[in-house]
């Protein structure tokens, strides 16, 4: 596809009026063009409840080894990667995921074009904040997976636990948020209108 066909698909995107995804584990890969291009903010919010500590694997995925990005967890702590046509930025959460019941969120916050800042939350507490540029070739022609990472890893963190799959029943689901752009608004301007009759004059 050349740039004039990209413009197009974001710009179909672009319109969609629907603003929330749940996606659940289990699901065959889904394409991400369902979803609206990453031009603005949005957040990606996993609902786990796991057995232990020792309890890690894909939260969500998109795309594979040559560009993507995948939310995680390992070695206790929560993970975003943003594999920019290779160029990976990391950001890792300052706090550990306890064991039990936890909502895990990854919050982007759009800035010009395709960059803007990524932030890690566990349990509503920030715990960790980034610059990222997410790129527009993955998210218009990838796939999205929950709970695993079937295809080459999006990441080299976890390039050799095969598809890193979440322990089954312990992640319960991801919902995908966007905030849509705020819609300019006019002004209206005063003018007279034709059909007035003239002034009396004096």
Do not use: C
């Amino acid at each position: 596809m050349d740039g004039r066909g990209l413009t197009r698909l974001i710009s179909a995107q672009s319109g969609s009026q629907r603003t929330s995804w749940t996606f659940y584990p289990g699901q065959p890969r889904i394409p991400v063009r369902v979803i609206p291009l990453a031009k603005q903010d949005f957040s990606l919010e996993a609902h786990v409840n796991r057995s232990s500590a020792a309890s890690e694997g894909i939260l969500l995925s998109v795309g594979d080894g040559s560009a993507g990005y995948v939310f995680y967890i390992k070695d206790n702590k929560l993970d975003f990667d943003n594999n920019n046509l290779g160029s990976h930025a990391v950001l890792t959460s300052s706090g550990d995921v306890p064991p039990g019941e936890s909502d895990l969120r990854f919050q982007f916050t759009a800035g010009t074009g395709f960059t803007g800042k990524g932030a890690l939350f566990i349990n509503s507490e920030k715990s960790g904040e980034s610059a990222l540029t997410v790129s527009p070739a993955v998210v218009a022609f990838g796939v999205l997976e929950v709970g695993r990472n079937s295809l080459s890893p999006v990441s080299r963190d976890y390039e050799s636990k095969g598809s890193f799959a979440f322990p089954d029943g312990e992640l319960k689901k991801v919902v995908f948020n966007i905030t849509p752009p705020p819609v300019p608004t006019k002004v209206a301007t005063s003018q007279p209108s034709g059909n007035q009759p003239p002034a009396n004059q004096q």
